[in-house]
Protein backbone atom coordinates (compact mmCIF):
# COMPACT_ATOMS: atom_id res chain seq x y z
CA UNK A 1 0.00 0.00 0.00
CA UNK A 2 2.89 2.30 0.81
CA UNK A 3 4.60 1.94 -2.65
CA UNK A 4 1.01 2.55 -4.19
CA UNK A 5 1.30 5.75 -1.57
CA UNK A 6 4.25 7.10 -3.26
CA UNK A 7 3.56 6.34 -7.19
CA UNK A 8 -0.27 7.97 -6.54
CA UNK A 9 2.08 11.12 -4.82
CA UNK A 10 4.09 11.79 -8.09
CA UNK A 11 0.41 11.26 -10.52
CA UNK A 12 -0.56 14.33 -8.25
CA UNK A 13 2.59 16.20 -9.61
CA UNK A 14 1.81 14.77 -13.11
CA UNK A 15 -1.74 15.64 -13.53
CA UNK A 16 -1.11 19.38 -12.20
CA UNK A 17 1.95 19.38 -15.33
CA UNK A 18 -0.12 17.99 -17.85
CA UNK A 19 -3.69 19.59 -16.94
CA UNK A 20 -2.66 22.94 -15.68
CA UNK A 21 -4.87 21.62 -12.53
CA UNK A 22 -7.04 19.16 -10.91
CA UNK A 23 -3.83 17.49 -9.46
CA UNK A 24 -4.33 18.99 -5.87
CA UNK A 25 -8.15 17.58 -5.59
CA UNK A 26 -6.05 14.08 -5.30
CA UNK A 27 -3.62 15.35 -2.34
CA UNK A 28 -6.28 14.54 0.42
CA UNK A 29 -7.54 11.30 -0.82
CA UNK A 30 -3.83 9.98 -1.09
CA UNK A 31 -3.10 11.23 2.62
CA UNK A 32 -6.31 9.64 4.32
CA UNK A 33 -7.03 6.76 2.32
CA UNK A 34 -3.05 5.27 1.42
CA UNK A 35 -0.87 6.88 4.22
CA UNK A 36 -3.92 6.27 6.43
CA UNK A 37 -3.91 10.04 7.77
CA UNK A 38 -7.07 11.55 9.41
CA UNK A 39 -8.25 14.06 7.23
CA UNK A 40 -7.45 17.18 9.36
CA UNK A 41 -4.31 17.00 9.13
CA UNK A 42 -4.34 15.86 5.99
CA UNK A 43 -5.77 18.78 4.79
CA UNK A 44 -2.66 20.25 6.21
CA UNK A 45 -0.28 18.01 4.73
CA UNK A 46 -2.21 18.70 1.30
CA UNK A 47 -1.93 22.51 1.96
CA UNK A 48 2.25 21.93 1.93
CA UNK A 49 2.16 19.50 -0.79
CA UNK A 50 -0.13 21.40 -3.23
CA UNK A 51 1.81 24.73 -1.87
CA UNK A 52 5.49 23.30 -3.46
CA UNK A 53 3.90 21.45 -6.39
CA UNK A 54 1.89 24.53 -7.83
CA UNK A 55 4.66 26.71 -7.22
CA UNK A 56 7.20 24.70 -9.22
CA UNK A 57 3.97 24.82 -12.00
CA UNK A 58 3.83 28.98 -11.54
CA UNK A 59 7.36 28.62 -12.36
CA UNK A 60 7.52 26.64 -15.28
CA UNK A 61 4.32 28.96 -16.22
CA UNK A 62 6.24 32.21 -15.79
CA UNK A 63 9.76 30.96 -17.70
CA UNK A 64 7.29 31.45 -20.63
CA UNK A 65 5.84 34.68 -19.58
CA UNK A 66 2.72 32.97 -18.19
CA UNK A 67 1.86 34.49 -14.99
CA UNK A 68 0.44 37.58 -14.39
CA UNK A 69 2.13 38.14 -10.88
CA UNK A 70 0.47 41.61 -9.97
CA UNK A 71 -2.93 39.92 -11.16
CA UNK A 72 -2.49 37.04 -8.88
CA UNK A 73 -1.62 39.09 -5.97
CA UNK A 74 -4.75 41.51 -6.37
CA UNK A 75 -6.90 38.98 -6.90
CA UNK A 76 -4.98 36.96 -4.19
CA UNK A 77 -5.64 39.92 -1.18
CA UNK A 78 -9.23 38.28 -0.24
CA UNK A 79 -8.21 34.64 -0.81
CA UNK A 80 -4.84 34.26 0.55
CA UNK A 81 -6.50 36.60 4.08
CA UNK A 82 -9.72 34.05 3.85
CA UNK A 83 -7.67 31.11 3.27
CA UNK A 84 -5.30 31.69 6.81
CA UNK A 85 -8.29 32.85 9.10
CA UNK A 86 -9.95 29.54 7.84
CA UNK A 87 -6.94 27.35 9.05
CA UNK A 88 -6.03 29.67 12.38
CA UNK A 89 -9.50 29.88 13.50
CA UNK A 90 -12.11 27.31 12.05
CA UNK A 91 -10.08 24.33 11.69
CA UNK A 92 -8.60 24.09 15.66
CA UNK A 93 -12.43 24.50 16.95
CA UNK A 94 -13.84 21.41 14.77
CA UNK A 95 -14.84 19.10 17.06
CA UNK A 96 -14.57 14.82 16.38
CA UNK A 97 -18.10 14.49 16.44
CA UNK A 98 -20.49 17.01 15.10
CA UNK A 99 -23.52 14.95 16.19
CA UNK A 100 -24.84 11.24 17.31
CA UNK A 101 -27.98 9.99 17.89
CA UNK A 102 -28.76 6.18 18.83
CA UNK A 103 -27.02 4.38 15.76
CA UNK A 104 -24.99 7.41 14.40
CA UNK A 105 -21.96 8.97 15.01
CA UNK A 106 -21.19 11.73 12.44
CA UNK A 107 -17.68 12.81 12.85
CA UNK A 108 -15.63 15.65 11.39
CA UNK A 109 -13.90 12.53 9.37
CA UNK A 110 -17.26 11.88 7.54
CA UNK A 111 -17.78 15.50 7.34
CA UNK A 112 -14.63 16.62 5.78
CA UNK A 113 -14.53 13.99 3.60
CA UNK A 114 -18.00 14.56 2.35
CA UNK A 115 -17.42 17.56 1.57
CA UNK A 116 -14.30 17.04 -0.18
CA UNK A 117 -16.21 14.23 -2.48
CA UNK A 118 -18.50 17.09 -3.07
CA UNK A 119 -15.55 19.47 -4.33
CA UNK A 120 -14.40 16.70 -6.25
CA UNK A 121 -17.86 16.11 -8.36
CA UNK A 122 -18.09 19.38 -9.10
CA UNK A 123 -14.18 19.68 -10.29
CA UNK A 124 -14.96 16.70 -12.25
CA UNK A 125 -17.83 18.22 -13.91
CA UNK A 126 -15.97 21.23 -15.04
CA UNK A 127 -13.50 19.69 -16.72
CA UNK A 128 -15.96 16.93 -18.38
CA UNK A 129 -17.67 19.77 -19.34
CA UNK A 130 -15.05 21.86 -21.17
CA UNK A 131 -16.65 24.74 -21.21
CA UNK A 132 -15.06 27.83 -23.24
CA UNK A 133 -14.13 30.31 -20.44
CA UNK A 134 -13.01 32.35 -23.32
CA UNK A 135 -15.96 32.98 -25.00
CA UNK A 136 -17.85 34.09 -21.91
CA UNK A 137 -14.99 36.61 -21.35
CA UNK A 138 -15.64 37.95 -24.21
CA UNK A 139 -19.30 38.52 -23.54
CA UNK A 140 -18.80 40.16 -20.57
CA UNK A 141 -17.66 43.84 -21.57
CA UNK A 142 -18.49 45.55 -18.77
CA UNK A 143 -15.06 46.33 -16.81
CA UNK A 144 -13.88 44.21 -14.03
CA UNK A 145 -16.20 43.07 -11.68
CA UNK A 146 -14.33 43.92 -8.48
CA UNK A 147 -17.18 42.71 -6.29
CA UNK A 148 -17.11 39.58 -7.44
CA UNK A 149 -13.75 38.83 -7.48
CA UNK A 150 -13.81 39.46 -3.78
CA UNK A 151 -16.11 37.25 -2.81
CA UNK A 152 -14.91 34.55 -5.13
CA UNK A 153 -11.86 35.19 -3.51
CA UNK A 154 -12.91 34.62 -0.16
CA UNK A 155 -14.86 32.16 -1.08
CA UNK A 156 -11.76 29.78 -2.81
CA UNK A 157 -9.73 31.09 0.29
CA UNK A 158 -12.25 29.01 2.39
CA UNK A 159 -12.33 26.17 0.11
CA UNK A 160 -8.78 26.05 -0.19
CA UNK A 161 -8.84 26.31 3.98
CA UNK A 162 -11.00 24.19 4.65
CA UNK A 163 -10.27 20.75 2.70
CA UNK A 164 -6.74 21.74 1.79
CA UNK A 165 -7.36 21.85 -2.42
CA UNK A 166 -5.93 24.70 -4.38
CA UNK A 167 -9.81 25.15 -6.08
CA UNK A 168 -7.92 25.48 -9.44
CA UNK A 169 -11.12 24.25 -11.14
CA UNK A 170 -12.89 27.60 -9.70
CA UNK A 171 -9.95 30.11 -10.11
CA UNK A 172 -9.32 29.44 -14.32
CA UNK A 173 -12.84 30.44 -14.86
CA UNK A 174 -12.98 33.31 -12.39
CA UNK A 175 -9.52 34.97 -13.57
CA UNK A 176 -10.48 34.40 -17.37
CA UNK A 177 -14.40 35.46 -16.93
CA UNK A 178 -14.06 38.21 -13.92
CA UNK A 179 -10.63 39.37 -15.09
CA UNK A 180 -10.29 38.81 -18.72
CA UNK A 181 -7.14 36.88 -18.49
CA UNK A 182 -5.99 34.95 -21.43
CA UNK A 183 -6.56 31.40 -20.78
CA UNK A 184 -3.03 29.61 -21.34
CA UNK A 185 -1.94 32.81 -18.64
CA UNK A 186 -4.96 31.79 -16.24
CA UNK A 187 -3.79 28.54 -16.25
CA UNK A 188 0.15 29.77 -14.98
CA UNK A 189 -1.45 32.81 -13.06
CA UNK A 190 -3.88 30.17 -11.26
CA UNK A 191 -1.24 28.18 -10.09
CA UNK A 192 0.85 31.20 -8.28
CA UNK A 193 -2.51 32.16 -6.49
CA UNK A 194 -2.80 28.01 -5.32
CA UNK A 195 0.99 28.18 -4.15
CA UNK A 196 0.13 31.15 -2.39
CA UNK A 197 -2.94 30.46 -0.99
CA UNK A 198 -1.67 26.67 0.01
CA UNK A 199 1.51 27.82 1.89
CA UNK A 200 0.25 30.62 3.31
CA UNK A 201 -2.68 28.68 5.09
CA UNK A 202 0.09 26.51 5.91
CA UNK A 203 1.66 28.57 7.98
CA UNK A 204 -1.52 29.21 9.91
CA UNK A 205 -1.23 25.28 10.98
CA UNK A 206 1.98 25.96 13.23
CA UNK A 207 1.38 24.12 16.50
CA UNK A 208 -1.77 22.69 15.33
CA UNK A 209 -0.41 19.59 14.41
CA UNK A 210 2.50 17.12 15.04
CA UNK A 211 4.39 16.89 10.87
CA UNK A 212 6.21 13.57 10.01
CA UNK A 213 8.52 16.20 7.84
CA UNK A 214 10.06 13.04 6.60
CA UNK A 215 6.87 11.80 4.93
CA UNK A 216 5.48 15.09 3.61
CA UNK A 217 8.93 16.19 1.80
CA UNK A 218 9.22 12.76 0.42
CA UNK A 219 5.85 13.38 -0.69
CA UNK A 220 6.27 17.09 -2.14
CA UNK A 221 9.45 15.77 -3.80
CA UNK A 222 7.36 13.34 -5.66
CA UNK A 223 4.69 15.46 -6.44
CA UNK A 224 6.99 18.44 -7.64
CA UNK A 225 9.05 15.82 -9.75
CA UNK A 226 5.72 14.66 -11.16
CA UNK A 227 5.05 18.40 -12.25
CA UNK A 228 8.12 18.67 -14.70
CA UNK A 229 7.56 15.29 -15.86
CA UNK A 230 3.88 16.18 -16.54
CA UNK A 231 5.07 19.72 -18.55
CA UNK A 232 7.08 17.16 -20.97
CA UNK A 233 4.93 14.81 -21.23
CA UNK A 234 1.67 17.67 -21.84
CA UNK A 235 3.73 18.34 -25.18
CA UNK A 236 2.62 15.32 -26.79
CA UNK A 237 -0.77 14.68 -25.75
CA UNK A 238 -3.82 15.98 -26.39
CA UNK A 239 -4.70 18.90 -23.83
CA UNK A 240 -8.16 18.78 -23.51
CA UNK A 241 -8.41 15.47 -24.19
CA UNK A 242 -6.49 14.54 -21.08
CA UNK A 243 -8.54 17.09 -18.58
CA UNK A 244 -11.70 15.27 -19.77
CA UNK A 245 -10.40 11.67 -18.93
CA UNK A 246 -8.66 12.84 -15.68
CA UNK A 247 -11.97 14.54 -15.06
CA UNK A 248 -13.94 11.43 -15.27
CA UNK A 249 -11.35 10.02 -13.04
CA UNK A 250 -12.05 12.16 -10.34
CA UNK A 251 -15.27 11.98 -10.48
CA UNK A 252 -15.02 7.75 -9.76
CA UNK A 253 -13.18 8.73 -7.26
CA UNK A 254 -15.53 11.63 -5.61
CA UNK A 255 -18.60 8.75 -5.88
CA UNK A 256 -16.32 6.43 -4.29
CA UNK A 257 -15.74 8.90 -0.93
CA UNK A 258 -19.52 9.63 -0.96
CA UNK A 259 -20.12 5.87 -0.86
CA UNK A 260 -17.57 4.77 1.51
CA UNK A 261 -18.45 7.48 3.72
CA UNK A 262 -22.18 6.94 3.81
CA UNK A 263 -22.21 3.34 4.42
Do not use: C
Not at 71 to 82: P, R, V
Not at 186 to 191: E, F, H, M, V
Request: no cysteine.
Amino acid sequence: MEILAYIASAFIGISLGLTGGGGSILTVPVMVYLFGMDPLPATSYSLFIVGFTSLAGAFLNYRQGLVQVKTAFLFGLSSIASVWLTRKFLIPVIPQQIFTTDHFVFTSHMLLMMLFAVLMVAAAGSMIKGRNEEKEAGAEDNGLNLPKMVVYGIAIGFTTGLLGAGGGFLLIPTLVVLMRVPMKEAIGTSLFIIALNSLIGFTADVGHFKMDWTLLLSVTSLAIAGVFAGSVIGKYINGNKLKTGFGWFVLIMGIFILIKELL
